[in-house]
């Protein structure tokens, strides 16, 4: 029999069979997550916080040394290893029942978890009950669905963050933006909140109490931080407790501005979100299954825009219907809150088309159509609400039509569910607020951009492949235009797939950052900048 490999193809071809190795650790891997599933059949367990530790150490050992075996032996650089080629990661068999999958389980565990063994009154059963030591030993609380579905997010961030490191390791950038998602996700979002709901009724707090608090979470992604109970909850604890709103009022209007004008909205979507940090690592496999098409590209500014629109009457709304009329006994009344809100969008977007229109060019006048829509709502709401209404619905209501619509179903079955079928960003680029308004920020007023070296590009297409957020790199590459998109993320992968080192991550001077006319033969900026003069 020949041994001559015939294939003409560049990229390396995805193996045959399974080694050895990856056949072991998909055992234990299945192994860890049958223990989970038997609990969903009210298996009970003798000694569940045991049976708990082996379900997650066989899960997350199974992942890693599937991962090592896979990419340790071979040499660092780019991976492509025919992943076009494969039915769970190009839309294949495998891809679909994957989705399914996903999808099945996020709707159980928003809408069912009684069906996960949540039970109000009384001992939890089945997975739940399952999870129910490590959660009375971080919080001293029964589990919930919520903390299950916490412990599981951490568990796939830190295991499939372990392989990504492995797969971009020739990349330092990867690397650190890597662990500190893990960090951030296990710190912040797992740990810490857990912590603070046990040391409620403490000495240290003297018999007080700490709201549950995501501390890396900000507005509009808390779309409920503002809202009548949470404010209650926060002044209630005392100097914590209003230190905490203070904070959240900051990232809004101070923090964030200030890092984002400093380094993109990558700071937050590629090195804090936890969305973005499932995305990337869990996700990684699907990145290249983002539409590239201009239809995706005008669907994704309809949606993610209107998104914001939404969440931010949503929130202002909700927060008018608790607050009163007296001015004798509020110095901050419906009327004062609506005005203010009106005054400073005014102020953002009059500022915007005075000094950034042209650069905005075509959404300038999506911009305004937001604008308009925000302040005609507003007009209505003054005119057309009453005590804990809003227009003809309950504030309650609002709040519980975005939760549903926005923070379960987009954000959750959709957004993590149809990973192996629109890619791992879908959430992050068509639904997203937070990173709608980052993006907004980013493309006005932000140092960060990606330069191109058009001179060395082989258009060889592996940066627009792997884009998860669906830009096309390859044609800035070509022209030599740096890239500066409200989409971009920041991840850096396009730079990191490169093979010729064209695409390079920056912070730099906002004069000549976007320069559509601008073409570099090579990386001579001063001979075309004297050219496009002429």
């Not at 049958?34 to 997350?60: D, M, R, Y």
Request: with cysteine; glycine share 10%.
């Amino acid at each position: 029999m020949s041994n001559y490999d015939r294939s003409m193809a560049l990229t390396g071809q995805p193996p045959t069979t399974l080694s050895r190795n990856q056949k072991i650790a998909t055992l234990i891997g299945l192994a860890g997550l049958a223990v989970i599933l038997l609990a969903a059949f009210n298996i009970s367990f003798p000694n569940k916080g045991l049976w708990l530790s082996i379900s997650l150490a066989a899960i997350s050992t199974g992942i890693i040394w599937f991962s090592w075996d896979a990419y340790s032996n071979k040499e660092p650089g780019i991976k492509n290893d025919g992943v076009w080629f494969k039915s769970i990661s190009s839309k294949g068999f495998w891809g679909w029942i994957a989705g399914i999958a996903l999808t099945s389980f996020y709707i159980i565990l928003y809408f069912y978890p009684e069906y996960l063994g949540l039970v109000a009154k009384g001992d939890n059963k089945g997975v739940i009950g399952l999870f129910d030591p490590l959660s009375r030993l971080l919080s001293g609380n029964p589990a919930s669905q919520w903390f299950v579905y916490g412990t599981l997010y951490t568990v796939a961030i830190l295991a499939f963050g372990i392989k990504f490191m492995w797969k971009y390791r020739h990349n330092r950038y990867e690397r650190i933006r890597t662990m500190s998602v893990m960090f951030f996700q296990t710190g912040f979002a797992f740990i810490i909140p857990e912590l603070m709901a046990r040391l409620n009724g403490s000495s240290v707090l003297n018999g007080g109490s700490l709201p549950y608090y995501d501390l890396k979470n900000m507005w509009p992604l808390n779309y409920y931080n503002f809202e009548g109970y949470r404010i209650k909850g926060f002044l209630s604890s005392g100097d914590i407790g209003f230190a905490l709103l203070i904070f959240g009022v900051a990232t809004v209007f101070i923090i964030s501005p200030i890092l984002t004008y400093k380094y993109g909205k990558r700071w937050y979507c590629s090195w804090v979100c936890g969305c973005g940090g499932l995305a990337e690592t869990a996700g990684d496999s699907f990145r290249q299954l983002s539409d590239k098409t201009v239809k995706a590209w005008k669907v994704e500014r309809w949606v993610v825009h209107s998104v914001v629109v939404f969440v931010t009457l949503m929130t202002t709304a909700v927060v008018y219907s608790y607050l009163g009329t007296d001015t004798s006994k509020y110095w901050l009344t419906k009327s004062t809150f609506l005005i203010g809100v009106a005054a400073l969008l005014t102020t953002v977007f009059t500022l915007v088309m005075i000094f950034k229109r042209e650069q905005l060019q075509q959404d300038a006048k999506y911009g305004a159509i937001g604008y308009l829509v925000i302040i005609l709502a507003l007009i209505g709401i003054h005119f057309f609400s009453g005590e804990g209404n809003v227009f003809l619905f309950k504030s309650e209501t609002l709040r519980k039509s975005y939760s549903f619509l926005i923070g379960s179903i987009f954000s959750g079955v959709i957004g993590t569910g149809f990973y192996p079928i629109f890619g791992n960003r879908v959430w992050c680029r068509f639904g997203c607020p937070m990173a709608a308004i980052l993006g907004f920020q980013q493309r006005l007023f932000s140092k960060f951009r990606i330069t191109t070296n058009g001179g060395q590009c082989i258009s060889c297409g592996n940066c627009s492949t792997y884009c998860e957020m669906g830009i096309d790199v390859r044609a800035y590459a070509q022209k030599g235009e740096n890239i500066v998109r409200s989409s971009c993320v920041g991840c850096g992968i396009c730079s990191a797939v490169c093979p010729r080192g064209v695409l390079k991550l920056e912070n730099g001077p906002l004069e000549g950052r976007i320069d559509s006319k601008q073409v570099l033969l090579g990386n001579d900026v001063d001979l075309m900048s004297l050219v496009n003069k002429k």
